[in-house]
């Protein structure tokens, strides 16, 4: 949190510089390896206007997720607003590498939700272990397509809060965009976990999917209620094939 508000709040790069390691790795398509480039976008950055509001935080061991939205963003994102996952992680007291997921936000939404606003309360910190494993229960049987029809065993059909702007609330909801996404020619081929923070109430999966031969990254969020899921974000966008550094999305 520290470097992040040096980074993108206070501007400043040596503050900065003492946050993070000098072979920082940079999982950003975009942004070449090291903490020189992250150091030295700052100037444009602040000059931008670009803001930042952090909605959730959640952390597990070594690596940390800030659940983001970036204001004023057409000159750096391309986009006036734009929804994020940026991930952390960090070793011997300072930041040493990053992963993030980044998709515009649209002004009208399947659910009426926004993608950030919501349930935001870190609650039920001794049922992580449960909750984590539910969650990867509902990826692998219900995003994954081992057995869907196991839906109800993970969440109430009737409430589930969607935050994807292109799916209706529910069950329903989901399974309707899943087809017309297909009908669309986007079939999910595979959907393979890569990262997993879990803190209490909320569950943080950064997954790998095959789309139509093409290769996906999706970062899902979940909240989870008496043993249910009951609310969900994400950020989803195509892994380019060229990048600014050899270290992969994930």
Do not use: C
Not at 31 to 38: D, H, K, Q, V
Not at 118 to 130: E, F, K, R, Y
Not at 149 to 166: L, S
Request: no cysteine; proline share 6%.
């Amino acid at each position: 949190l520290a470097l992040f508000t040096a980074v993108f709040v206070d501007h400043d790069p040596e503050a900065a510089r003492d946050l993070v390691a000098p072979d920082y790795i940079q999982h950003n398509p975009q942004i070449p390896t090291g903490a020189e480039s992250i150091l030295s976008l700052i100037p444009a950055l602040e000059a931008s206007g670009l803001t930042v509001t952090t909605h959730r935080v959640i952390a597990e061991g070594d690596l940390v997720v800030l659940h983001n939205e970036y204001q004023n963003a057409a000159a750096i994102l391309g986009a006036p607003s734009v929804a994020a996952f940026d991930i952390f992680r960090v070793e011997d007291g300072i930041v040493v590498e990053h992963w993030d997921n980044l998709q515009p936000i649209p002004e009208v939404t399947a659910s009426g939700r926004g993608m950030l606003d919501g349930g935001a309360d870190l609650t039920d910190l001794d049922q992580t272990d449960v909750n984590r494993d539910l969650v990867l229960g509902f990826v692998h049987d219900v995003l994954g397509g081992a057995a869907p029809e196991n839906a109800p065993m993970y969440m109430d059909p009737e409430v589930y809060m969607q935050h994807n702007p292109n799916l209706e609330d529910g069950l329903a909801g989901l399974i309707a965009g899943t087809q017309a996404w297909a009908e669309q020619g986007f079939v999910i081929t595979s959907f393979e976990p890569q990262m997993v923070v879990a803190e209490g109430n909320f569950v943080f999966v950064a997954s790998e999917a095959m789309v139509s031969g093409a290769a996906w990254a999706f970062f899902d969020l979940w909240r989870v209620e008496n043993g249910l899921i009951v609310e969900h974000w994400d950020v989803v966008s195509p892994i380019p094939a060229e990048m600014a550094h050899d270290n992969g999305k994930f």
